[in-house]
């Protein structure tokens, strides 16, 4: 009996301490004249890191406003 609590004792060890609650914060920034950066969190809940900073993910555009060309960014990072 003494045999099987220890690997079933780690087994739920690692299965419970791999996901956590992490929280992504992101800001949204353009260089369209007037548009101010803004920032923002996201909340992940029972995640493992990997999976979480693949839902928190830079990103670029590029777009055209009133004739003129601009780009928008939104840079992320787990906090």
């Known amino acids: 009996m003494k045999n099987y609590l220890l690997p079933v004792f780690f087994t739920l060890f690692f299965l419970s301490s791999c996901k956590k609650d992490y929280v992504c914060e992101c800001t949204y920034s353009s260089t369209e004249p007037g548009v101010n950066p803004v920032t923002t969190e996201y909340n992940f809940y029972k995640m493992t890191k990997n999976d979480a900073k693949s839902k928190c993910i830079k990103s670029y555009r ?6 003129l060309d601009y780009k928008e960014t939104t840079d992320c990072h787990l906090k």
């Open 62 to 67: 590029d777009y055209t406003s009133g004739g």
